[in-house]
Antibody, heavy 117, light 109 residues
């Protein structure tokens, strides 16, 4: 079955960087884009950006441009999200999701990133 | 950028009742690009409806989506205990980009 499995929880200090992985299985990795979405505690869903495993193209939400990099490794069917210059308000659960058509299905289980001094 | 506004923020209903959730866009949205998701506490969201009215695989037929232009609706015909959750609408834009509504919580009355 189609599955996205994300890396484990992270605790980072302000100003640091974090890199979250998302390993795909059960489908042709290069056939679908991957989007990243985050959810701060008790808040809604916020789209961060998209990456194409087929050609590496990306599109980032304006809010994160300059601070985020999304990449893929087709040899391991894994997508990566790197967020730099972390602040306390970056504390959130970060999800990857397969883009199917114009919607997301399925989603990874989420990775909690805590930014605290 | 298109803004999606969901209402109400919270819906308090009893099992067996009908739930009607609204998603209003700040400008017209292609119906093919409107999706609905359900999220339960501690879980990732899952897609319910795509293309405004098409049910995703495995979604019960008590869930239905409708609407066009700027007004879209998710209807749960008879609430089951497992349906109490938060629901989000989402729209797709060129580039590509995506936007979510702020969510509607359906809680047990």
């Amino acid at each position: 079955q189609v599955q996205l499995v994300q890396s484990g929880a992270e605790v980072k200090k302000p100003g640091a960087s974090v890199k979250v992985s998302c390993k795909a299985s059960g489908y042709t990795f290069t056939g679908h884009g991957i989007s990243w979405v985050r959810q701060a505690p008790g808040q809604g869903l916020e789209w961060m950006g998209w990456v194409s495993p087929y050609n590496g193209n990306t599109n980032y939400a304006q809010k994160f441009q300059g601070r985020v990099t999304m990449t893929t490794d087709t040899s391991t069917s894994t997508a990566y999200l790197e967020l730099r210059s972390l602040r306390s308000d970056d504390t959130a659960v970060y999800y990857c999701a397969r883009v199917r058509g114009t919607w997301f299905d399925p989603w990874g289980q989420g990775t909690l990133v805590t930014v605290s001094s | 950028d298109i803004v999606l506004t969901q209402s109400p923020g919270t819906l308090s209903l009893s099992p067996g009742e009908r739930a009607t959730l609204s998603c209003r866009a700040s400008q017209s949205v292609n119906s093919n690009y409107l999706a609905w998701y359900q999220q339960k506490p501690g879980q990732a969201p899952r897609v319910l409806i795509y293309g405004a009215s098409s049910r995703a695989t495995g979604i019960p037929d008590r869930f239905s989506g409708s609407g066009s232009g700027t007004d879209f609706t998710l209807t749960i015909s008879r609430l089951e205990p497992e349906d109490f959750a938060v629901y989000y609408c989402q729209q797709y834009g060129r580039s590509p980009t995506w936007t979510f509504g702020q969510g509607t919580k359906v809680e047990i009355k």
